[in-house]
């Protein structure tokens, strides 16, 4: 370790993952910079509408059409609202790029903590199969780790953070050290008893969610008061965020240097020692560029972020990226599938409501190709996310009938929603653009990204069997509605550095390490080479984790 | 931290000028506060009789009853705020033609003036332009429902009064019965 390094590690990103390595790292002992591409949020101060009402926030919380389709345009995509804008990136000033015919939606923050402030908060283990499919089928990117060398950094994630949920004991979906679950309501107790006798194999399970049931007190975090404004800022700390869990525990160890409003446009790199020395960024709010160095580096600005500063940290007049001798960074990339969306009314149970706003629902997992692939005409499978709810009667005509009328609630409805794992394919691949370049002088991301039959064919079978299951279970009025399936959309993108054993066709080893440079860890979205149909964050923690542990391992060896 | 000068001589500084540079930067630093402005609509979208009009209509549409209706909300200010600052130019479009096309029809038929017309008048002209009565009347009345019912349950009176808020509820019960509060939760 160079002694004239004022930082021993540098974390690039500050979300779940770059949370989650600062305070790792701090805490075993490291100085550690991190630095985020967005502006400063503190948690609870800078919550500007936590807690407020519609009539508290400007144009009563809905996006003006305007200001919108100018600086919010792909952020729309992605539950943007003036509540919330302040976290969110402008897509303006932030421009990206893809030919006709591979539109992508790249949804991004736009301020410290990252999507950590905005994610939906969805938290499920990946299962052994997740981890071995591709292998097991001949899909080209085999795991080099397994389920079993993640359980216990999935456990100490979940102990930390806290992650509400129900023990299940299904093999295809590994429990969490659970909090307490989130109630189902009645209507949702009612389908599931309907719904599990209908199709044996088949569950609904709450939700897993990293919004807690019990207090954390030693972490200063309440638990979830059901609000669900949670996407505001919470300043009760009940759902994870960097601001509220791993920012607050880096800061503490007094090792942690934060520096918001910096941009980092590529990583420093001595090839003849094959190892990282240090990152260059630019201030966002001066433009200065500069170079900071030392011997670690944690890459997590998000999966595609992470793609872009490797791609283009390459030697003056070379095209190719210097983590890049395997010829696959940037390849790879996934997304979930998920604009099917199916719904039905359930009937009775009308003299009853909702009290409190409960964040999350229920959860059908994954019950297709369990053992391998069932002939059912595509590989893999996927969930379905959704919730029983009440709406206030629709309008009938107008003035006081119509006023008192809609004092009633209308029927009990269930929706849901699928989210279908996408294979990793070679061609689908991020790249630089070789011409324009963004106001940090960077080159534009192009995205080169689409769904393929596989995904198609499982999408479209989640709307049949979805359709299926409600009726069957006895709802009425069912009706389900499809979506462009655009890349992006979820927002669980992944891959284009992933994770594999051999070098010469992966970017990363088994511990999330450059197989070009044994100091740069990526431990973000980019790493998977694999999506499997469940919500990735909670993976990426555990991910991290464990990478933070052998990076500390490495620098003392 | 080793500024490097080299680099910060071919950076962005180089490339943008400080010029260009600070008014990107500060706008990447607007709040919703500062990017959606409050104060008066920004351009009158109503003459003076289309905004008696308007705001008569908003009444007949969310009457006062045991709670308070939507003049008293504020209905018709922000009918006006949205369609100024906040919705696109062509939402205007329909509102205005169907005011004007009442206030024709209440020429017509009651001979006086749509907003100095009798509540019972009022209501018969919304009734006309619900039933698709004269060309354009269901599109009117279905943009400017849709305005009244936005413009009043996100107000402080409809969230509040009308309905029902719980700012903390702290819990969560998923088998609550109705009639202990026979009203609806705000979300």
């Not at chain 1, 305070?23 to 948690?43: A, P, S």
């Not at chain 1, 990206?96 to 402030?117: C, N, T």
């Not at chain 1, 059908?364 to 919730?387: A, H, K, M, T, W």
């Amino acid at each position: 370790m160079a002694a004239t390094n004022r930082f021993d590690a540098i974390v690039i990103g500050s979300g779940v993952s770059g949370g989650f390595a600062a305070k790792e790292l701090t805490e075993k002992g490291l100085r550690v910079l991190m630095l985020d591409r967005g502006r400063m949020v503190e948690h609870g101060e800078d919550y500007p509408y936590d807690g407020k009402p519609a009539y508290d926030v400007p144009a009563r919380n809905v996006m003006p059409k305007g200001l919108q389709e100018r600086d919010y345009f792909i952020a729309k995509r992605g539950y943007v609202q003036p509540s919330n804008m302040g976290f969110y990136n402008n897509d303006r000033l932030n421009p990206y790029a893809f030919d006709e015919g591979s539109k992508f939606y790249w949804i991004r923050p736009g301020a410290v903590g990252g999507k950590s402030l905005i994610w939906g908060r969805w938290s499920f283990r990946w299962s052994p199969q997740d981890f071995e499919a591709n292998q097991r089928e001949g899909v080209d990117g085999a795991w080099p780790i397994g389920y079993d060398d993640l359980a216990p950094w999935y456990a100490r994630v979940e102990d930390y953070i806290g992650v509400s949920g129900s023990r299940e004991n299904l093999p295809y979906l590994p429990d969490s050290n659970f909090q307490p679950p989130m109630p189902m309501n009645v209507a949702e107790k009612w389908l599931k008893s309907q719904l599990e006798a209908k199709f044996p194999g088949r569950k609904l399970i709450h939700t897993r969610l990293s919004n807690m049931t019990e207090d954390k007190p030693d972490q200063g975090r309440t638990k979830c008061q059901f609000r669900n404004q949670c996407g505001n800022g919470c300043s009760f700390g009940a759902y994870f965020s960097t601001q509220a869990v791993t920012l607050p525990a880096a800061r503490a160890t007094g090792r942690l240097t934060l520096q918001s409003d910096a941009v980092v446009t590529s990583i420093e790199y001595d090839a003849a020692k094959k190892r990282v020395t240090g990152v260059r960024y630019v201030d966002a709010k001066t433009g200065q560029a500069q170079v900071v160095q030392a011997d670690l580096v944690f890459l997590c600005a998000s999966a595609m972020g992470s793609n872009q500063i490797l791609l283009n940290s390459r030697a003056p007049g070379s095209e190719r990226s210097h983590f890049d001798s395997s010829g696959t960074l940037g390849r790879y990339v996934m997304d979930h599938i998920f604009r099917v969306g199916v719904e039905g009314e359930i009937p009775g149970m009308t003299d009853l409501i909702e009290y409190g706003r409960r964040p999350g629902g229920v959860y059908i997992p994954r019950f297709r190709n369990l053992d391998g692939e069932e002939g059912v005409g595509f590989r893999r499978g996927y969930g379905y996310q959704g919730s029983a709810r009440r709406e206030p009667a629709a309008p009938v005509g107008f003035g006081a009938a119509m006023k008192h009328g809609m004092r009633r609630y209308g029927p009990w409805k269930f929706s849901m929603g699928a989210f279908g794992e996408c294979l990793p394919y070679k061609d689908n691949r991020v790249s630089l653009h070789p011409s324009k370049v963004d106001r940090f002088g960077v080159p534009l991301m192009r995205f080169d990204v689409t769904f393929r039959e596989n995904e198609l064919r499982l999408i479209a079978d989640a709307r049949v069997q979805g359709e299926a299951m409600l009726r069957a279970a006895g709802l009425q009025n069912v009706k389900s509605s499809e979506g462009d399936h655009v890349p992006g959309d979820a927002i669980h993108e992944m891959g284009g550095a992933r994770m594999g054993a051999d070098p010469r066709t992966s970017v990363l080893g088994s511990f999330s390490q450059a197989h070009d440079a044994p100091n740069l860890y990526v431990t973000d979205g980019a790493q998977m080479a694999s999506a499997s149909c469940v919500n990735p964050s909670l993976t990426f923690m555990a991910l991290t984790m464990r990478a933070a542990d052998h990076a500390v391992k490495q620098l003392r060896a | 931290m080793r500024i490097d000068r080299r680099a910060a001589l071919t950076g962005v500084l180089a490339l943008f000028g400080t010029s260009v540079f600070a008014p990107l930067a500060r706008a990447a630093q607007m709040t919703a506060a500062q990017l959606i402005p409050d104060g008066p609509p920004s351009v009158a979208v109503f003459s003076p009789a289309q905004r008696a009009l308007m705001t008569a209509l908003s009444e007949r549409v969310i009457p006062t009853t045991d709670t308070p209706g939507a003049i008293a909300a504020g209905v018709p200010d922000f009918i006006e705020k949205l369609l100024a600052d906040w919705a696109s130019p062509t939402d205007r479009v329909p509102i205005l033609a169907g005011l004007d096309a009442l206030e024709a029809r209440s020429q017509q038929d009651h001979k006086v003036a749509a907003d100095k017309a009798t509540p019972e008048q009022q209501d018969a002209l919304l009734t006309l332009a619900m039933n698709g009565g004269f060309p354009g009347g269901k599109t009117f009345f279905e943009a400017f429902r849709q305005l009244v019912i936005t413009g009043y349950y996100t107000s402080e009176i409809g969230i509040t009064q009308e309905r029902e808020y719980l700012p903390v509820p702290g819990e969560y019960n998923g088998a609550f019965p109705y009639a202990q509060v026979n009203k609806v939760y705000s979300a």
